[in-house]
């Protein structure tokens, strides 16, 4: 054996008893007051994978490589980590408790080196496909400085592969030349709830092949393999490969006295199998029937170091789950957790003396040899690899000139203009859409930026003259990836392009365009990429009943409340291209952003820390007022809300709108304003904005700050007690019906509760309520006995 794969069977027996330490540690050792909800399942994944990530850890990776660790292997890569010195001894001691290490790894909770936060299963997988892609996309680009290229590596649960957006990516991947990435895909053929299919690995290599994969099967071990070359041997591996999965499974947790009498039973009596099978003792027998590809760093080390190019490679790497501990093989390993009694006879095997089971080195033979290893190891060499990147110049915001346009056609136009006149900022931008690129108005972008492929495609229409507004031409200079139909891959793409700062030290600002109902279709990949600090503009467009032909299968309802709710998204749905315009100026700002939380006392919102952006918008075009430029307009746009029509110090009636219902707001204001002269009209910007600094004014009022006054606490103070507010959006009433709350208002909500129809946007407005009529009626009712006398009749 050589040193050096001696000194890494070392490490995977420290790193082994370290992670399953840390995991007896949080449900045995803390006061009972403090104990979690059992967590055995990050012990026996730890084990089946520890021997994986020893190898690519401590031998294969670089320092430009970047590792999504499957959520159960947490321990093992905290273990990892707390070797070389990147995590602390407390936050291990109180792993999965509040300031602990995670329970899977964060990027943003976690203090060591996490290249993608794992957890909701399958994205950690796919968003390593997605960033290889930006990192090829930087590559090509004048401005990026010359880096290696690493690769993207997934540790994959073998039952993770039941998650679609796996597949999804895959075919993208093959649509964009995918390279530099490597999917290992822990094969310990053991679930949450089980042992998996019987034959998933023939399913899987036909599917990779397709999409011009490599596929490297990881099944034996040397051991197993030396002893294939035994007489008998062959029937020995023919046994192994026909033995089922549950079967393996339970005489592996049974141990060496079962796989013998099972081996002799089936294929003894056969001369040489036979007489192979008794030169083992039990224990070298487990040993022998353990010793998987996975298993095996030896194996692992040939496998890795065979891959000489640069295409996509998966792994299917043989293990046992609970490998090595008193859990190995049982099906119900994954809610299973080691007993005390299991733990002293695992500490006694490992050789773990009392006192030490923290130590980095409780288990090694020479401490300073192990030292100098460790600081020689490529991964590390230069430390954690947490970029930054300088800030890039937004510029002046753009300015139209149109009189009637809709939300939607405004920012496409706005980002035309960026792209013409703000060479500085346009060039950091990267655009994307899941094959709605032209109908949610990118197209003119398109046009002027291209199309980006690492290798060049000519629009064929243009080579033929044939008459298009679309100029479809791909080259490495392009600043647009053209994505399939599967909004997972673009939050995916967005989350990923949205780190690039980070992950590879340069700035891009991305932005995705989707049809807003199918913002909820990659919604788990939207809080994914939001969880992980990622950086990106998302335009949901068209939305609501507005875009009435189209009817339910189109509309969106409750996407505003996804917007109020999700965590580093900051939600607009502006009415007017000049409020947009403001926007989207800060936002580009808002996207770079990395300060502290302290929140802003005038608004009592974080806005310094930054984050992404979601702009909700429409295809319905509007008169636009004339362009207001005025500093406290442009601020109350984006601090959430401004007053249009400023209510009168007797206002019985406040109309506050969100979006594009601000014609139909507007009429029945007037309407209403003949009889009713102090009546006020509140445009809202985001309802997220307005309810996230109600939200922290209060909590800073509880903690005795008696003063805190949020934006909307301001707005709203200077009604009368006896003013009720109506509240008209196109989507969920409940996005604005929370406003009487702020001061103790009545308000009368008007919105959109069930699905949609079709018809004309006057048909729609008029049967969900939210037209000028269903307002004025509103506040009929609200005064009785007080008419408003120009009502006209409400059908």
């Not at 068209?542 to 109020?564: D, K, N, R, Y």
């Not at 069930?754 to 729609?764: E, K, N, S």
Request: glycine content about 10%; hydrophobic content about 40%.
């Amino acid at each position: 054996m050589s040193k050096k794969i001696e000194q890494l069977k070392e490490l995977e027996g420290q790193i082994l008893w370290l992670a399953c330490w840390m995991v007896h540690h949080a449900n045995h050792i803390r006061p009972k007051g403090d104990q979690q909800i059992k967590i055995g399942g990050h012990q026996a994944s730890s084990a089946s994978i520890v021997s994986i990530m020893t190898a690519l850890y401590f031998s294969v990776l670089k320092p430009e490589d970047r590792v999504a660790v499957k959520p159960h292997a947490s321990p093992i890569f905290h273990a990892i980590q707390y070797l070389m010195g990147n995590q602390e001894l407390d936050r291990m001691k109180n792993f999965r408790g509040f300031g602990g290490v995670q329970s899977y790894p964060s990027r943003t909770k976690d203090i060591d080196d996490v290249d993608f936060s794992t957890g909701s299963v399958g994205l950690g997988v796919g968003i390593t496909a997605f960033a290889s892609m930006i990192q090829d996309y930087i590559q090509h680009k004048s401005w990026a400085a010359e880096k290696p290229m690493g690769k993207m590596v997934a540790l994959v649960g073998d039952a993770e592969m039941d998650e679609g957006n796996i597949f999804e990516c895959l075919q993208e991947g093959w649509k964009h030349d995918l390279r530099n990435v490597w999917w290992i895909i822990d094969y310990n053929r053991q679930s949450l709830d089980g042992v998996i299919r019987e034959g998933l690995w023939k399913r899987l290599e036909p599917i990779f092949e397709a999409f011009g994969w490599e596929v490297v099967r990881l099944k034996y071990g040397v051991k197993q393999r030396a002893a294939f070359e035994q007489p008998g041997g062959d029937k020995l591996k023919e046994w192994i490969d026909n033995c089922p999965n549950q079967l393996y499974s339970a005489l592996t947790y049974q141990g060496g006295k079962a796989w013998r009498a099972r081996l002799l039973d089936e294929i003894g009596d056969q001369g040489d199998v036979t007489k192979l099978i008794e030169s083992y003792s039990d224990d070298e027998l487990a040993e022998l029937m353990n010793n998987l590809g996975g298993q095996c760093v030896e194996s692992l080390l040939e496998a890795f170091e065979s891959i000489d190019h640069d295409r996509p490679t998966v792994f299917i790497s043989y293990t046992i789950k609970g490998w090595s501990t008193p859990l190995a093989g049982h099906k119900d390993n994954h809610g299973g957790l080691m007993t005390p009694t299991q733990m002293d006879e695992f500490k006694n095997q490992m050789g773990v003396a009392d006192g030490q089971e923290w130590e980095k080195f409780s288990l090694v033979k020479d401490a300073a040899t192990t030292q100098k290893f460790l600081d020689q190891v490529p991964f590390f060499a230069k430390g954690t690899r947490r970029f930054s990147a300088p800030s890039v110049e937004v510029g002046a915001p753009v300015e139209l000139a149109d009189r009637e346009i809709a939300s939607q056609a405004g920012f496409g136009k706005i980002l035309d203009e960026i792209a013409k006149n703000n060479p500085t900022l346009s060039e950091r931008i990267v655009t994307t859409s899941p094959d709605v690129t032209v109908t949610t108005n990118l197209s003119g972008w398109v046009n002027r930026k291209g199309l980006f492929a690492r290798n060049e495609l000519n629009d064929e229409f243009k080579d033929q003259r044939i008459p298009s507004a679309q100029k479809w031409a791909f080259s490495p200079d392009g600043q647009h990836i053209e994505l399939g139909i599967a909004e997972m891959n673009l939050f995916l793409l967005l989350g990923a392009a949205g780190l690039s700062h980070s992950v590879f030290g340069e700035r891009l600002l991305p932005i995705g365009a989707v049809y807003d109902p199918f913002v909820a279709r990659g919604l788990d990949a939207l809080n994914y990429a939001c969880y992980q600090d990622s950086r990106f503009m998302i335009v949901g467009t068209p939305s609501g009943v507005t875009l009435a032909p189209e009817g339910g299968a189109h509309q969106s309802i409750g996407t505003q409340l996804i917007g109020m709710s999700q965590d580093g998204l900051a939600a607009f749905e502006p009415a007017y291209v000049d409020e947009l315009s403001a926007i989207m100026h800060w936002a580009f700002d808002y996207m770079q952003r990395d300060g502290e939380g302290d929140p802003d006392e005038r608004t009592w919102l974080r806005d310094e820390t930054g984050g992404s952006v979601y702009l909700r918008l429409s295809t319905n075009p509007i008169e636009q007022p004339q362009w207001r430029k005025d500093d406290a307009f442009k601020q109350g746009v984006i601090d959430g809300a401004y007053w249009m029509r400023e209510p009168g110090p007797n206002a019985e009636i406040v109309i506050a709108y969100q979006g594009v219902v601000a014609p139909e707001v507007i009429e029945a204001a007037g309407r209403i304003g003949e009889d009713r002269r102090d009546i006020g009209v509140l445009a809202c910007t985001s309802a997220d904005r307005l309810n996230a600094g109600w939200t922290a004014a209060q909590r800073a009022r509880r903690r005795g700050q008696a003063d805190a006054q949020s934006h909307i606490d301001r707005l709203l103070a200077q009604l009368p007690p006896h003013c009720t507010i109506i509240t008209v959006t196109d989507g969920h009433p409940a996005t604005l019906g929370w406003l009487g709350a702020v001061a103790g208002h009545r308000t009368v909500p008007l919105g959109v509760e069930h699905f949609g129809q079709t018809g004309t946007i006057a048909d729609l407005y008029a049967h969900y309520g939210i037209n000028a009529d269903a307002i004025v009626s509103v506040a009929q009712n609200i005064v009785r006995g007080r008419p408003v006398r120009h009502l006209r009749e409400v059908v």
